[in-house]
């Protein structure tokens, strides 16, 4: 039996990608999933869905009631939802960088601060899915990599928050390099044949390859506490 065999986990956009893979991984280990985000029909079959536009504060306050009824205790908070637009600093859009820092930095904030409410006495867990493009910019980095960089303070912040209120709760995250998902075309959008040369160069890393480092993470041994992960494909250049 896993050590997350009946956790409760909350996984914020399972119905892609990266997010999907994590609630897969974490079912298969028994855990009990349930999974945020606005196109809930894409979520593993398995999993619980919770419908929620994470860009309004409002929406993931109701879904954190909704999942309150149904599971009191969250264990496992994975904060994996992330949109990526390659947007110039100098060309814009903002509203771009409106919905990037909506969803990947804001959105992160707000469901650590309701599913920290809801964590138990002995202590819960949190990963916030990064980017390597939150360790260093690369140069399309744009407005998307600042976001990847607020991450990494977020949680090194977050951890010292937690251990000033004596609260048991642990948090890492997790910084993948290119991984084959719907993600990659939107950050790619309009330069299409970078991507194809991309694709022919680098045998980018599967979403499966993320979720079991994310496992590694939440089985560790309580006295153990990972503070992030870094992960490219082998031929990833920059
Ligand atoms: N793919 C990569 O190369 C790569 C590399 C490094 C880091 N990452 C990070 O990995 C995470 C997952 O990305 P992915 O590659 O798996 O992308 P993806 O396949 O496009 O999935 C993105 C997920 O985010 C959710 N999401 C986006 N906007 C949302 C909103 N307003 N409200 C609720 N959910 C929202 C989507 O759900 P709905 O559309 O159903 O709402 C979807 O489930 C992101 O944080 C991304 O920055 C990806």
Redesign the pocket.
Known sequence: MSTLTGKVAVV?????????AIAESLLNQGARVFG?????G?IPEAATPIS????NPQRIAHAFEVLQEAAPIVDILVN?????YLSSLIEGPVEEWD?MWE??VR?MAICTQHAIRMMPAEGGRIVN?????GHRVPPTGGFYSPT?FAVKGLTESLRNELKAANLPHQVGSI??????????N??FRGREDDLSALRESTR?LD?EDIARAVLHILEAPPHVEIGDVILRSADQKV
């Open positions: 914020t956009g399972a119905s892609s990608g990266i997010g999907h945020l985000c606005r196109k809930i894409r929620c536009d994470v860009r994996n939802a992330g949109i990526a919905e969803v990947n959105a899915v990064s980017s390597l493009s990847k910084s993948p390099g290119f991984v084959d998902t719907p993600l990659v939107s950050y980018m979403p």
